[in-house]
């Protein structure tokens, strides 16, 4: 038997032939480096029992100086480094767990996927000498994830012949076969060496990143081209266009006619249609539902000239050159950058040209069910709606009912409204229209959005957190019929420009938050995903945007208005005239210029800002219905802690029960 002194085991090592494996009596057992199952000839340790390892894990050595990968030598790992919560090789894309060869550039590979690698670089192919190719046209099972693309190029392996799945490598047979080194007419300075990609480097071709697997890098130029870019096809075909694409080399840059952005090398055109175009553009899709818009966008190549003034890309709000490729909706002039559309596979689905016609989808259920009455404009002043027993009347008379909230969003009624005659029942005109199913483009449920159903219903009548605000409220609301979390209806109906009285500008939504400054204008709290401003150094946390502009409080007779810059300029009016403690001057703060009155956003408020008072509560233990109340300046006592009730709290509607507790108490 041979011995073998290895790293990483304490004792020597036996090779066991396949009579002495089975003699051992063990009989299928695992590899103890890379934990796959060991075949003869393998090593095993007569010492302990239970270890055995593949010759190749056994005799791989300590440091590997891999052609692939000139700059450092791959080291030999018992575990992958501390710092990675999950290790992944950059070969074959799967979990690393045990012994791997790592480099401090990043890469990591397993001991199989580093020397099979060496091996195809050093030209030994010996080990896929006996396996057989597959057709291209072999199965269809090999059309998508891992099982269907080439671990060399990562493009699928039934484009090519390539070699069966039982070699646990897949392989196209033309990327075994690569040279080591080319030269090429995109880079005429530097020959291109096969290489891995360890420095993340975008194809210059094609401009997308590939993540594993082999490419052509020039180390001198920071250049590297995707193998399959190096030799793209001469003639394309897709549905998507009614004229076949042509290959035309370039050397100089050009701007793509489908997406508007910057091309190098090769290009495709259309002599047809005067187009031309990257390669991955000939596929984008021609129709897509997205859900920053209610309708469906259509991808065109120009706009025509009705169109013509300057149109913003309602992702990025940044102006799209229509001269060049976009989405749009014709009906709402709402435009999309090609590539901002597509940014996230989530936030979209592909419409099928089939139903290009049909708008159905693109039409939400109103939740007003029947319009009773109109008045000369067109407009319903007597309505039925589906979140109401009694029929509800149009008014503007704001000065009759200023005081009462909307049953809605519970903000204080202002400019038309419906109420009704019956009960004390008010809803704005905009929340009377919401629609009863509606998409909500930043939850996490979006993904399923696009399974045939909208999952986000309008509810009322319950008690709920918002997921975006975190405020407690019993007014509407868009529930996730995926995952039950709740939007309130002023935070899921939030436009993606808005103006507030505040600033001189319009305020933008920017899901992709880089280069502003860090903190609220409004409160001076910390800004993730925020409203901001294109022309000043001004954002606004979502809170602060949806801010009511007029409030009432006991603190004075008068409505209260949002203030957004100091009245004065001396200390002693910094104050709020709630808690009596100072306030930040830079800050937003309610302020009744009649009385003088000055207080912080959040004494106005308090902590439940967004229930209604008077509106009842039935999902507590009590036996009998609560009614939300507040009373000031009494404070009776909480029946629950003993404690008296400064801020809201619930009371017992049935004559003779004097059960009132706080909020927090019955929660």
């Not at 047809?272 to 390669?279: A, D, E, Q, Y």
């Not at 509407?476 to 209806?489: A, P």
Request: charged share 20%; aromatic share 12%; hydrophobic share 30%.
């Amino acid at each position: 038997m041979e011995e073998l002194k290895n790293y990483g085991h304490q004792h020597p090592l036996l090779m066991l032939n396949e009579e002495q494996l089975l003699g051992n009596g063990n009989g299928v057992v695992d590899c103890s480096r890379c934990g796959e199952k060991v075949s003869a000839p393998c090593f095993s340790c007569v010492e302990c029992s239970g270890f055995y390892l593949h010759k190749t894990c056994a005799q791989a050595p300590l440091e590997l100086n891999h052609p692939f990968h000139r700059h450092h030598p791959l080291l030999l790992l018992q575990n992958p480094p501390s710092s990675y919560t999950r290790c992944v090789c950059d070969f074959c894309d799967e979990t690393c767990e045990k012994f791997i060869y790592h480099c401090s550039c990043g890469l990591n590979f397993h001991i199989k996927c580093a020397l099979f690698t060496f091996n195809i670089a050093e030209r030994n192919l010996k080990e896929l000498e006996h396996v057989a190719l597959e057709d291209p046209s072999f199965s269809s099972k090999n059309d998508g994830g891992h099982l269907g693309k080439c671990f060399a190029c990562w493009e699928p392996l039934a484009i090519y012949t390539y070699f069966s799945l039982d070699c646990g490598f897949n392989l196209h047979k033309k990327c075994a076969e690569l040279p080591p080194k080319m030269g090429h007419v995109c880079h005429r300075k530097h020959p291109l060496l096969l290489q891995f990609n360890s420095e993340q480097l975008s194809c210059k071709i094609c401009q997308v990143t590939q993540q594993r697997g082999f490419l052509y890098g020039c180390s001198t130029c920071n250049l590297a081209i995707h193998i399959d870019c190096l030799s793209p096809l001469p003639v394309i075909e897709d549905k998507s266009h009614q004229h076949p694409f042509t290959l035309f080399w370039r050397q100089i840059p050009f701007i793509c006619d489908a997406c508007g952005t910057e091309g190098h090398h090769v290009a495709y055109a259309c002599c047809t249609c005067s187009i031309m175009v990257h390669k991955k553009c000939i596929s984008l899709p021609s129709i897509i539902q997205h859900v920053f818009h209610v309708h469906r966008v259509f991808h065109t190549y120009f706009i025509h000239k009705e169109y013509s003034e300057s149109l913003n890309c309602i992702r990025c709000h940044e102006v799209v050159d229509t001269e060049h490729g976009s989405y749009f909706c014709a009906d709402c002039n709402v435009i999309f950058h090609v590539n901002c559309a597509l940014k996230e596979k989530e936030w979209y689905c592909i419409v099928s040209q089939e139903n290009e016609d049909d708008k159905s989808l693109d039409i939400p259920v109103n939740s007003i069910t029947k319009f009773l009455e109109t008045n000369d404009a067109g407009e319903a002043t007597l309505i039925e709606h589906c979140k109401h027993k009694h029929y509800l009347m149009l008014s503007d008379k704001i000065s009759e009912h200023g005081d009462k909230c909307c049953d809605g969003c519970l903000l204080l009624i202002s400019a038309k409204f419906y109420h009704c005659l019956r009960c004390d029942f008010f809803l704005h005109k905009s929340c009377a229209e919401l629609p009863k199913m509606d998409l909500i483009w930043d939850h996490r449920c979006v993904g399923k959005l696009f399974s045939g159903s909208k999952p986000f219903i309008l509810t009322s009548d319950c008690m709920f957190e918002c997921e975006q605000c975190t405020y407690l409220s019993n007014g509407f609301s868009y529930k996730c019929n995926e995952c039950g979390i709740h939007r309130c209806v002023r935070c899921a109906t939030l436009p993606y420009a808005v103006k507030i009285p505040g600033h001189k500008h319009p305020l933008l939504f920017y899901y992709d938050y880089y280069n502003f400054e860090k903190q609220c204008s409004g409160c001076g709290t910390d800004l993730s995903n925020t409203y901001r401003c294109k022309d000043c150094n001004f954002g606004l946390c979502l809170n602060c945007v949806m801010r009511s502009t007029r409030v009432g409080h006991n603190c004075d007779d008068h409505p209260l208005n949002l203030t957004y810059h100091k009245i004065n300029d001396y200390t002693k009016y910094h104050y709020c005239d709630i808690c009596e403690e100072e306030r930040d001057s830079k800050n937003w703060f309610y302020h009744c210029e009649t009385c003088d009155t000055s207080a912080h956003v959040d004494c106005v408020l308090g902590k439940y800002p967004f229930i209604k008072l008077g509106s009842t509560y039935n999902e507590g233990n009590h036996p009998h219905s609560l009614t939300f109340v507040k009373k000031f300046p009494y404070y009776p006592e909480c029946v629950e802690c003993g404690k008296h009730c400064e801020d809201i709290f619930l009371e017992c509607a049935e004559p003779g029960c004097k059960y009132i507790a706080h909020w927090e108490c019955i929660k």
